[in-house]
């Protein structure tokens, strides 16, 4: 083989001495040692070619020289070593870094991970993601925030500690010790020195000071309510943490429901502000639709009216009333039932004397929240408080049934809801399932022909005209109708205008052991009482005992030397609250922990506030609505504090939101077999993939039917990184999952596409390899950069010779693709989500390059691959890293410390570097015979059809294809009939 190579390129290969690429990463730090070579399987000795001299082998030759492999594990390991000592030698720095001051820096944040064991492909994809930004704004100058942390408490730990009978703080510390390793395999730039761990005294007494904060405000409070129970878990929910089938978040149980003295932050008192400013969240794009309307619904702002009806019991005027809030005041006339919830007053007061209705009601937990059965009231009816009117139908007068039913939530509006057959789906289907055969009211139309309006067999849900039924409202628009019946029942006490909000108050107790105390005793003379500041932070105990005999509940109620205290206040006897937060109360705040890190003080000071808010957050939209709300809401709080800058909270209308910019990363799914016959998910060692393209089940020989699913244990579909990592290497690794997708799209994980990458980085590698070795024999650098080179050339193009105008045409068309790959990959990271764009834009550019290797100035190749690599570095550090340093041996450090390669930016050379030829299509009688180049007509001809169509034919026999068509008789257009110019000139068609 060396021989053949040598004989090819006239002469013999380069001595090199033979070390393994990993010695030289281990050994030296130096830049001038290439972490790795090419090498043949034969391994002869390593070397790399020039593009122009691979261009001269023969085919087979170059089939063996495909053959080499880029050694990506070598050059990771060489510069995850370069960037640690880095690192340590600027330490002595920390201390600064730590107090940012006035220059503010770009806070890229990904949300922090759950220290559950082990990383998978999320948060490999969303870890990526966010250094990939916060790299891109480094090689643009910018100072980068970019800190990672474990979101450490929780339910999960202390279930896990139980079934294995460990403390959850040793299973969670050994959980974080291996994804942290996992991390630095990832080739990310995280700030180590900002590390947090929720579950740190140190980070939870700052916790402790904002829930004292917060009380001292009157925003954290202690009330009995219904709350939702989890059997399993044994703790309360939060109403977001309860799905829509009434099930827990975490277990999956069926949730109870209990009346319990619970503890809650009081976030409605910052609704307005909540849902006002989603507006500002919504301009430029910076929150996804998507997650916006999640946030507004869940605050659920309904304007409308409370109105009262009257309740007949036993025949007679019970002189009660029931209320009911309604954002359609207009269908009133078409009210026909009413319907409560199981926890409305009336039916709590019923209930022990109605042993059908207790026995109903026991039956409710388990139903779905959809569900259509209901219990009518017996010996209860109710009045349309319009049947006070005089003009009102005789069909309105009638009292109507009041049922409990399950589809009323009690904690929304009061309790009650007016149920409309005509114009309401729900109360539609509700009033089919009992009373399939009486007639349903409309008393809205789509006009005032009521012949338009839908098919009585469905409910009107538009708003329309008023129709006959709506008595002396006929024929009004429903929306002024609405506000005359509502001034006319105000009048009479019936009805008053109000808004209503479907949030309620954040619930944050819960009875569990693994979470952050809350810092309150309770004394019997004093009653509740918050520990003082200077007793922070109150620190779990040890209950080792708890974990090794597996008793559920909360172990902190059965540690009396730790529940018994005296009052902060009285010195007397007093117990400890043993409750402890919910785990999304340090998610609430730990973005603004990481900018002030180290403050033993304050959760973080004036100075560090001024790094917030993040400007760009990156993160799953699973979070859209409880990490978020709770989120937005503390930063709220936080800026209203003096842990802001005087001022910056005074305004009511000002905006505070803790995230500018939120990008949401859609999930990676694994490619998943399962046997056709039984749908069941198949192991790998039940398949036969001795043919890739066609996986069989193994047993039985059939074609495995392959799809791509959430990955999971049980869909046998997991891929772990680490291993991806190990095979391939983290930059091929981290290009590869950025390529396969744009960032908001699910991810089909496939491994077998990395070949192309892999391929794409060898190429570019070699290339920078063949301009170093050639470099010091080739490269003029008289002329400056190559911007400076080509704007003098652009002066002389009239007086060049052929064999210039050649180059000229090669460097303009390397530039040309240069300029707009900087244009576009700038834009694709700017946005973030088509990052995708930018590996696909750099692999054209690696082919452009190839491409024009043997035509194009040494200069012009050398500039061109310098903002390849700049351009690829956020992608793929230490791949670009050592190609930095292989194309530049003498520059020392790191690519993203220096000042030489800082991003590329568009030098506006465009005008230049126009093409002096273009490609025109030639037709005889409207068929493509080829295509010829020839030069852009001159700027004379314009306008002058018959001028340009003679020059354009005489340009194309000029050219060596036109000669040979015409000679060999393929092109006989001498005399046509007609010559057609078509598409600007792009095409000639003569007609014969």
Known sequence: MQSIYGRQLGRSWPKRPQVSAVTTATTSISRRAPACFFSLRTNPPRTAFHPARLAQLSLLQRRSYADYKLDLHAIDEKWRHQWKALREAQSDQAADKAKQGDDKSQYVLPMFPYPSGTLHLGHLRVYTIADVIARFHTLRGHKVLLPMGWDAFGLPAENAAIERGIDPATWTRSNIAKMKSQLDLMNGSWDWDRELTTCDPNFYRHTQKLFLMLYERGLAYQAESEVNWDPVDMTVLANEQVDANGCSWRSGAKVEKRRLKQWFFRISEFRDELLRDLDVLNKNDAWPERVLSMQKNWLGKSTGATIKFPVLAMGQDSHAAIEVFTTRPDTLFGAQYLALAATHPIVRSLAPRDPELQAFLDTLPGLPRDSKVGYMLPQLRAVNPLAYHEGTPEATKASIPIYVASYVLGDYGEGA???????????????????????????????????????????????????????????????????????????????????????????????????????????????????????????????????????????????????????????????????????????????????????????????????????????????????????????????????????????EEATHEPFTRLITQGMVHGKTFSDPSSGRFLKPDELDMSNPAEPKVASTGATATVSFEKMSKSKHNGVDPTDFIAKHGADATRAHMLFQAPVSDILNWDEGKITGVTRWLGRLYDYVRGLAETATETVDTSNGSATAYLKEQAGRLDEMTEAELSRWDADAAVWRSVQSTIESVTASYQKVYPINTVVSDLMSLTNTLHERSETASALVQREAASAAIRMLAPITPAFAEECWAVLHPDAGGSIFQSAAAAFPEPDNTGPLLQPRKQSVAIQINGKLRGVVEVPKPPARLEGDAEALREWMVAEMFKTEEGKTKYSQGAWDVRKPKRVILARGGKTINFVV
């Open 417 to 651: 809801v007016m149920g409309v057959p005509g114009h309401d789906e729900r109360d539609h289907a509700f009033w089919k399932e009992h009373h399939y055969d009486a007639p349903v009211r409309y008393v809205l139309a789509a006009s005032e022909d009521e012949s338009t309006t839908a098919l009585r067999n469905e409910p009107f849900i538009e708003h329309g005209v008023m129709t006959e039924h709506s008595g002396p409202f006929k024929g009004k628009p429903s929306a002024e109708a609405a506000k005359m019946l509502v001034a006319m029942l105000e009048a009479a006490g019936l009805a008053k205008s109000m808004d209503k909000w479907r949030l309620r108050d954040w619930l944050i107790s819960r009875q569990r052991y693994w979470g952050t105390p809350i810092p309150i005793v309770h004394c019997g003379q004093c009653g509740t009482v918050p520990v003082p500041e200077d007793q922070l932070p109150v620190t779990l105990p040890n209950v080792q005992h708890h974990w090794t005999n597996g008793r559920p509940g909360n172990p902190l109620e059965r540690t009396p030397d730790w529940v018994n205290t005296s009052c902060p206040a009285c010195g007397g006897a007093a117990k400890r609250e043993t409750d402890t937060m919910d785990t999304f109360v340090d998610s609430s705040w730990y973005y603004a922990r990481f900018a002030d890190p180290h403050n033993e003080q304050q959760p973080f000071s004036q100075e560090a506030a001024r790094q917030l808010p993040v400007d760009i957050y990156i993160g799953g939209i699973e979070h859209a609505i409880l990490h978020l709300l709770y989120a937005r809401f503390m930063y709220k709080f936080m800026a209203s504090t003096e842990l802001f800058p005087p001022g910056s909270g005074t305004n």
